[in-house]
């Protein structure tokens, strides 16, 4: 066995707990190279009478590694623990101190988890957990009130320009609500809504005062009161990284320069504050000057953003915070925020944008979740073309849930398309099929389903600002068969638990084609999701033993023989079936 291979860290990801009784191990070996893998445990007070050996899965796999997991209940709370692995004849210790060829004398020298503390647990809202999300950019949602329509709004439906405004408004948004119910979705994003000059809002320029053009605090209220009666929770857009350059504050810095008492909420780097030749001499949002960088470790825009943050759970009972360029932003501010808010209602529920690894802010002191666009690119690639090897594509699955422990993967954001890159339809080249198939992949795996408007109804888009298209309402021309496809996929997610906070593994991925077969397993159910990703019929087999498997659509019985499960599958298809344990 390869001992540089061998690996395991006390940290987040690779040693957590689960919750106040459970508590997860990982370990992580070369491809294909150990036969089995043992957690050896045990309470170092005691070993010799509570000492436990705990058979270890593979769970998932990459190129180069395997990864196995241990769930463990310790008697105690507390435990130490190395592992023990085994290829033929040959066996391998893993302790805090090293790799070893003879078991070490326990418990010095162990990997040890002195207590499992509540208070320290990384837990997302339930209700998060659970929802089905639904994006919304106001201006392209609809327009429910002409009276607040901004000079020159282009014809509703016409191809965008970045700079376009199609006066979409809340009370558009509350005029169709039964749109969203009758879709199934349980939560609402809304990108920005408060004072802004452009269309999109990211360009605050009154963070206490809902932009005109789209109603006011009271019309908010009201949608929110509305969306709570009808079950949908919502959550707003905050972006605390940057401005409008119309921000009062930054007008006092342009207008009073080294004298502004509002100077250090800025990072300046000289005067007068300037664009010269298309250069900023302060920090902007990407080289943006009409966006300059807020100075969030200064005392007094923390406190003001914080006093945004509450204001708009205090006064509108908003859901959640959704937060803008999150990753740019110092995370003693985060900190800080998480508290604001969550004393103010416990159950907000903080989603920042971050396009990487989010490790480092989903440590249960900061976000609950990321924008989950790594997930996104990987299925949208796969299910874009069928030369695809869905080997690789369970690869890469498995290396991104291999990023977090298991109750983060459960609140991830997951999405298919968003504002920020061009919509499914087109990326999955306005193949219908391939979209259903990356729509089932999203609705049956780890993570929080997000629908960007119009998604379910047909609307393709290229780059920003195609993707940013009015919403079609002449139901002529929405396609209602596609409609119907998303709320069947979203009534089966909700209404089995299996889907939303099951295991997750990959059972078969083929090394040639685009096949693939995964499992989504708890205490209760047991689901198989079958996926044909080629433009031939196939027949996927896999060993089943139980015989009462039913198609979770259609209710049909399936039926194993000689402990085998064989699903025919046309072109472009799939099958989810399911038993009850």
């Not at 270890?56 to 196995?68: G, H, R, S, T, V």
């Not at 990211?202 to 206490?208: E, G, H, L, Q």
């Not at 089966?492 to 040639?512: C, I, M, Q, T």
């Amino acid at each position: 066995m390869f001992k540089e291979c061998l690996y395991h860290s006390p940290d987040l990801k690779w040693a957590y707990a689960y919750d106040c009784d459970t508590f997860h191990l990982r370990l992580r070996t070369k491809r294909d190279d150990v036969e089995e893998a043992v957690a050896v445990t045990g309470d170092k007070y005691d070993w010799d009478n509570h000492a436990l050996d705990i058979q270890m899965e593979k769970i998932a796999a990459d190129p180069l590694f395997d990864y196995w997991e241990a769930v463990i209940k310790p008697e105690f709370h507390r435990f130490s623990y190395g592992f023990r692995v085994r290829s033929g004849d040959e066996m391998l210790w893993l302790i805090e101190t090293g790799v070893f060829e003879e078991m070490p004398t326990p418990a010095g020298g162990y990997f040890e988890v002195p207590f499992i503390h509540a208070i320290d647990l990384f837990e997302a809202p339930k209700w998060a957990k659970s929802a089905v999300f639904y994006q919304i950019m106001p201006d392209r949602f609809a327009n429910g009130d002409s009276s607040n329509d901004p000079e020159g709004i282009r014809p509703w439906g016409e191809a965008p320009g970045g700079e376009d405004h199609f006066g979409g408004d809340l009370q558009g948004i509350l005029d169709h609500l039964s749109h969203l119910t009758d879709l199934g979705v349980t939560a609402i994003y809304l990108t920005p809504l408060f004072t802004a000059p452009s269309n999109h809002k990211y360009d605050t320029v009154d963070y206490k005062q809902i932009d005109p053009q789209f109603g006011d605090a009271a019309l908010l209220k009201q949608l929110v009161k509305a969306c709570h009666e009808l079950g949908i929770r919502v959550v707003l857009d905050a972006v605390f990284n940057h401005t409008s350059e119309q921000f009062p504050p930054f007008q006092d810095v342009l207008k009073h320069g080294e004298s502004s008492k509002y100077k250090d909420w800025f990072h300046l780097n000289g005067f007068p504050v300037e664009v010269k030749d298309g250069s900023a001499n302060y920090a902007t949002f990407g080289f943006y000057g009409n966006m300059p960088k807020l100075n969030t470790a200064n005392p007094e825009v923390k406190q003001y953003l914080l006093e945004v943050a509450v204001h708009w759970i205090r006064e509108a009972d908003i859901d959640g915070w959704r937060l803008d360029v999150a990753n740019e932003i110092d995370h003693a501010f985060w900190h800080d925020f998480r508290t604001a808010v969550k004393t103010e209602k416990a159950d907000v529920f903080i989603i920042g944008e971050v396009w990487g690894n989010a490790l480092n802010w989903l440590h249960g002191d900061e976000f609950d979740s990321s924008m989950n666009y790594p997930f996104t690119n990987k299925v949208t690639e796969f299910f874009a073309a069928s030369d695809y090897a869905a080997s690789d594509f369970a690869d890469q699955i498995n290396s991104l849930l291999m990023r977090y422990p298991q109750q983060t993967n459960e609140a991830l954001f997951n999405l298919l398309s968003s504002h920020d890159i061009p919509r499914a339809a087109t990326r999955l080249g306005g193949n219908k099929d391939r979209l259903k198939l990356a729509v089932v992949f999203m609705m049956a795996s780890m993570g929080i389903p997000c629908i960007y408007y119009g998604d379910e109804i047909g609307l393709d888009g290229g780059d920003d600002p195609d993707c940013r298209k009015c919403m079609e309402w002449d139901t002529d021309k929405q396609d209602r068969e596609l409609f119907d496809f998303y709320q069947l996929l979203i009534a089966l997610r909700k209404e089995h638990a299996a889907l939303r906070d099951g295991r997750f593994r990959f059972l078969h991925a083929d090394n040639a084609n685009g096949t693939l077969l995964f499992e989504r397993l708890n205490s209760q159910q047991h689901f198989t999701i079958w996926i044909n990703n080629t433009e031939e019929s196939v027949t996927l087999s896999h060993p089943m033993k139980a015989d009462d498997w039913h198609d979770a659509l259609t209710g049909d019985k399936v039926v194993t023989a000689e402990d085998k499960l064989e699903i025919e599958l046309p072109p472009l298809d799939f099958r989810i079936i399911y038993r009850n344990i």
